[in-house]
């Protein structure tokens, strides 16, 4: 017996869809109004859409309660596992005591925070969006800014602000590649149209978040280095989406930042030195010098993780990896029995554990890789593991309740419900596009999964209205990237990267308003380009979204896995050499 889905219960599409969005406004409420904890938010949030999805969407209780369940699942693997491995890993580098070397790195590179925020969580943060995607970046760079000495609140709010100039070409650029095969708009000209304008974003945020930090005046002061970073990283990551493909952006534009501003800073220093106020002053012994090999083996870790997920977002390596170690299984009870809305399709619920080819399997990896090579023994990682995860224990709870929140949503029809709402906006409709990506962001905490969610109706509205496509299913993506910040998955990892696990309201209420403010920019810039810069829009043809599989390539990938195994044992051997050397 299969269960058609229901998106408009009270026949009239503005009540169905405010009656969806309660369990929104109910998170919003508790985070920024009542300032309850992150874990309860979360769980009170997830009862609430389970019973509304049976009350009012008339749900069956069965299958309301296996989506929830199947929703906490997919939170916990492969969302928690990144998130786990992310934190374990940046936890060796302290307990090894190389983070100390690291800090000393730092502020001999320089001491002034607003330099410190633009080189870690704007270009170093965009590294690791584009290779690793999800929360690496927040959990990694907010943690590191702590360790050298920023204000938790602000190392985690200013990293979430950053973070947004990446995401939507994340993860090796999977969001874009997803909206490409839901919409059947080539996925180049969906990564030229979000390249033409994601980058006037990325040229912002820089001074947004040392203005942030330190008032218009002190970023007058180092507007040199906001512009070498902004503008380098904005200019290459216009070049390479509309030139290269939605793959690289992330890559090539945060390395050239983080390029330029060292350059910059061989040759220029502001004239002072900006700290927190009252900010204690800083305990770094200056007289100690670190050799190029110490530093490097301080960095290791990084460098290591860098290698490794470049190499496992390679498709050959995926798919071999998925070869030898994937399972996939249909949730009982749950798999093909909800019909959608259109009464056309069945629709499919399945668990994929791809425990090798994860992204969070290539960070454990790096972290296993690093024990040895801090001589640290692996009795004593294994108990810092389960420090990890206790350290993680409510920002676990928190992931797997959001996700089962966005599932519920997903599967009762009330996320269509609220998008329907919006596509009745009629010619405004370009305006609303970014919201509806906005929107989906912040209930399922990733551009990828709003990218699926949303692309087929933007894309489907666009064209009822004469507007081109490619212009909201892009706007979906760079809308998506606002929304990021305020996600409560989002949150929870900041959260819990910087020791404030139980404070996500304040967190929240850190990025609220930036969030909203930077989505604004993104609604009024799609609305210009729908009807009045209709220059901007790439040529292109639709593709056909049911294209044939193609067989995995599976020779390719061992050959790729060889050679990471070539490079990882060189730079290994090299960092041992050298220290063996050292001693003697």
Not at 173 to 189: L, N, R
Not at 307 to 325: C, E, F, H, R, S
Not at 456 to 485: E, F, H, I, R, W
């Amino acid at each position: 017996m299969n269960w058609i889905q229901e998106t408009d219960p009270f026949n009239n599409t503005a009540l169905s869809a405010l009656a969806a969005a309660i369990p929104v406004f109910f998170i919003f409420w508790a985070l920024i109004i009542k300032k309850i904890k992150g874990y309860l938010a979360s769980l009170f949030t997830v009862s609430i859409a389970v019973l509304i999805a049976i009350i009012i969407y008339r749900m069956p209780v069965k299958l309301a309660l296996l989506s929830s369940v199947h929703g906490a699942m997919y939170g916990f693997f492969p969302i928690c596992w990144i998130i786990i491995a992310a934190v374990f890993l940046y936890n060796i580098t302290v307990k090894s005591g190389q983070f100390e070397i690291i800090k000393n790195f730092m502020a001999s590179v320089t001491s002034d925070r607003r330099l410190q925020a633009l080189l870690i969580a704007f270009s170093f943060g965009s590294f690791l969006e584009g290779t690793a995607g999800f929360g690496t970046p927040v959990a990694i760079t907010a943690a590191m800014m702590v360790g050298l000495g920023f204000n938790p609140l602000y190392a985690a709010g200013i990293c979430l602000i950053a973070n947004t100039a990446p995401v939507a070409f994340g993860g090796i650029g999977i969001p874009i590649t997803v909206a490409a095969q839901v919409s059947g708009i080539p996925e180049m000209a969906i990564s030229q149209m979000v390249g033409r304008t994601l980058p006037l974003l990325s040229l912002f945020v820089p001074f947004y978040l040392v203005f942030l930090m330190s008032g218009f005046k002190r970023s007058v002061e180092v507007f040199p280095a906001i512009l070498v970073s902004g503008l380098s990283f904005a200019f290459f990551q216009w070049f390479s989406s509309n030139y290269m493909g939605p793959m690289l952006p992330d890559i090539i534009a945060s390395l050239a930042s983080i390029i330029g501003l060292m350059i910059l800073l061989k040759f220029w220093k502001p004239k002072s030195i900006w700290r927190f106020k009252d900010e204690p002053a800083p305990t770094l012994n200056t007289d100690i010098k670190y050799s190029t090999q110490q530093i490097i083996k301080a960095w290791s870790p990084f460098i290591i993780l860098t290698i490794m997920v470049i190499a496992w977002g390679l498709q050959p390596v995926k798919d071999t990896l998925n070869y030898i170690g994937f399972l996939k299984f249909d949730i009982p009870g749950l798999h093909n029995v909800i019909m959608s809305s259109e009464g056309n399709s069945l629709l499919p619920q399945t668990f994929k554990l791809n425990y090798l080819s994860a992204s969070g399997t290539a960070i454990i990896i790096s972290a296993i890789i690093s024990i040895p090579v801090f001589g640290m023994r692996f009795s004593d990682a294994l108990k810092l593991f389960i420090s990890t995860l206790n350290q993680l224990k409510f920002p676990i709870i928190t992931i797997t309740s959001i996700l089962g929140f966005a599932y519920i949503t997903n599967n009762s029809g009330m996320s269509i419900s609220m998008a329907k709402a919006l596509a009745n906006t009629g010619i405004l409709f370009p305006f609303f596009a970014p919201l509806l990506g906005w929107l989906g962001v912040f209930i399922t905490g990733s551009d990828t999964s709003s990218n699926a969610l949303f692309s087929k109706l933007q894309s489907s509205t666009a064209s009822s209205l004469g507007v081109d496509p490619v212009v909201t299913v892009a706007a979906n993506a760079t809308g998506g990237v606002c929304g990021k910040m305020i996600s409560p998955q989002s949150i929870a990892i900041g959260a819990a990267s910087v020791g404030l696990v139980g404070k996500e309201s304040d967190l929240f209420r850190f990025t609220a308003k930036h969030s909203i403010i930077m989505l604004s920019l993104i609604c009024l810039l799609t609305l210009l380009q729908a009807y009045f810069i209709k220059w901007i829009i790439p040529v292109y043809q639709m593709q056909d979204v049911k294209a044939a599989a193609v067989v995995p390539n599976v020779t390719q990938g061992y050959a790729f896995l060889l050679i990471l195994a070539a490079v990882l044992i060189s730079f290994i051997s090299v960092l041992i050499f050298s220290q063996r050397k050292k001693s003697l």
